[in-house]
């Protein structure tokens, strides 16, 4: 499988678009309590 030959970098992609959608959270939140 594709995940077998390259664990490292689909891992790295994982953590990344976890964190990017963490970020992406965080501002809707700020923004949200700005409006509020």
């Known amino acids: 499988s594709y995940y077998a030959a390259y664990p490292d970098e689909i891992d790295e992609r994982i953590t990344r678009a976890v ?7 965080a501002a809707w939140r700020r923004e949200q309590a700005a409006l509020a």
């Open 19 to 25: 964190e990017d959608a963490d970020a992406a959270e």
